[in-house]
């Protein structure tokens, strides 16, 4: 029993160095090339006219 106590005080220990959620970033301001925005969007849509309406607006937005 002892044992896992310490094990748990262990793992909670390490645990506590790890970033906080709020520390990712937004990911807003990315640069993809063209070979991203097309498997992002073959990913997220499976008609063709999905796709390329979305490839269209990322293109707009950026």
């Known amino acids: 029993m002892k044992n896992f106590y310490l094990i748990v005080l262990f793992f909670f220990t390490i645990s506590c160095g790890y970033p906080d959620i709020d520390n990712v970033p937004d990911f807003k301001n990315i640069k993809l090339s063209s070979e991203e ?7 997220i849509n499976t008609d063709k006219k999905n796709i390329d309406k979305c490839i269209n607006d990322y293109k707009m937005n950026n």
């Not at 925005?37 to 990913?43: A, G, L, P, V």
């Open 37 to 43: 925005i097309s498997d992002y969007c073959t990913s």
